[in-house]
């Protein structure tokens, strides 16, 4: 009998992709024949997003494409799980009808059974890359227990469930010894790591006993959260070879009146006072944030202190996202008072004034020599760049450094690379 053929569409954030991959090796498992070209598939599966208004659009969009493929007999069935579903199921099942099925986040076995196989929980823990094999996310946990005013996370994934370390080693090694050399630590907030099973903050331990695992070579930290960061990660991020000198640590905002509406815990003065700590601990570290302008009681004083911050620290990687009203967070009574084209202007003033710092500090590396990893190549054959990335970039949202097509190297291998030339967010080099 022919096998089905499944095509996966995957929108959001890394945590998704988790989610995509362990429902795709389930489906392999299965017998099903996975497919890149939705166009192409028996049954189409979109693990959607839900959490901002841009992510929830997209989500409906791609449900329609779905639905205007199916109404021409492309397809034979649409699925549809993630957390707008999760989110807006009763809404979604009325408005759009052609959908076969409704799944919220990680129902791996309602998905399996609709289409006709059976979830092998003790499989659960691997994973279809959708990744370049050689990098992997590792989710470590699931949900957050964080008040912030203006996040509906806590609404659609609940509150912090971590994995265990065993369950986690085991998937590292399963990654491992599927060619990962790079793990990338993902949850809603890892700093809380542990604290629902182990009964205290665990992310320290954890990250030791993966740096044991001997294929794995760079381990990298996202999503730390600044009010609770754990004294003893920095310690282990300090001394340990394996963990990348990177943390990703969303701040939000910075002034007091801000992170207070915010609910984020946190005061501007702790804040500085963490981030002096980790530089002085660890000076070579490369420091992640995003902000979010244009909340609801964001003054134009408050955002001059904002901009003031980024002078001040000098991070080096920053994401803007303009705030969202989202229904049912705490801050949705606050409405929605800052203009977009204001909340736009913001934006674009922070990200230039980090263009500014960026292109300086790329400016500092050219005659620097850099260990990267090439993630894949781009253009023509031999005028085209390898893209790689240093221990400083995360996948996706960082730098790249890029090496040209003359030099010889291969995908998913580490190289000592020396910078020649640089521009705001890129630099350029060769072999050594
Ligand atoms: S830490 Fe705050 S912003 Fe992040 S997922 Fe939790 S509630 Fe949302």
């Given at each position: 009998m022919r096998k089905q053929k499944v095509g996966v569409i995957t929108l959001g954030c890394s945590k998704n992709v988790v989610d995509s991959e362990r429902l795709m090796r389930q489906m392999k498992i299965n017998d099903f024949e996975i497919i890149d070209d939705p166009q192409k598939a028996d049954v189409v599966v979109i693990n959607t997003c839900g959490f901002i208004e841009a992510a929830k659009e997209e989500s409906i969009n791609t449900i329609l494409n779905a639905v205007k493929l199916k109404s021409k007999g492309k397809i034979k069935k649409i699925i549809v799980s993630g957390c707008l579903s999760q989110r807006y199921k009763p809404e979604l099942e009325k408005e759009i009808p052609e959908v076969d099925a409704f799944f919220g986040t990680e129902n791996y076995a309602g998905i399996i059974k609709e289409l006709g196989g059976e979830l092998k929980y003790e499989l659960l823990g691997e994973r279809l890359l959708t990744t370049p094999s050689h990098m992997a996310y590792l989710k470590i946990s699931e949900g957050c227990n964080n008040p912030c005013s203006f996040c509906a996370i806590p609404l659609i994934r609940g509150t912090h469930k971590s994995k265990t370390i065993e369950e986690l080693v085991k998937e590292a090694e399963f990654l491992a010894e599927n060619n990962t050399k790079e793990l990338v630590l993902i949850g809603q907030d890892t700093t809380d790591y542990g604290i629902d099973i182990y009964g205290k903050r665990n992310l320290a331990k954890l990250l030791e006993r993966l740096s044991e695992i001997e294929k794995i070579q760079w381990i990298r930290l996202l999503y730390a959260y600044p009010s609770h960061f754990p004294k003893d990660v920095i310690e282990v991020l300090a001394n340990n070879p394996k963990l990348c000198k990177y943390i990703d640590m969303p701040l939000?905002?910075?002034?007091d009146n801000v992170l207070k509406s915010m609910r984020r815990g946190i005061t501007s003065r702790r804040t500085r006072e963490l981030l002096y700590q980790i530089r002085e601990r660890i000076p070579e570290v490369t420091l992640r944030t995003t902000f979010i302008v244009g909340y609801p009681t964001e003054t134009d004083n408050d955002f001059e202190q904002l901009c003031d911050f980024v002078k001040e620290i000098h991070f080096d990687r920053i994401g803007v996202f303009t705030y969202s009203i989202e229904e049912n967070t705490p801050g949705f009574v606050l409405g929605d008072p800052i203009p977009m084209d204001v909340k736009e202007e913001r934006k674009s003033i922070l990200m230039e004034i980090q263009k500014d710092i960026s292109s300086e500090k790329n400016q500092q590396l050219i005659g620097k020599t850099l260990r990267v990893i090439v993630d894949g190549f781009e253009g023509a054959a031999d005028e085209g760049f390898y893209v790689s990335r240093s221990e400083m970039d995360a996948p996706e949202v960082d730098c790249e450094i890029l090496i040209p097509a003359t030099n010889n190297v291969s995908v998913g291998n580490f190289y000592d690379v020396k910078i020649y030339d640089s521009n705001e967010y890129d630099l350029f080099g060769n072999v050594i």
């Open positions: 939000q905002h910075i002034s």
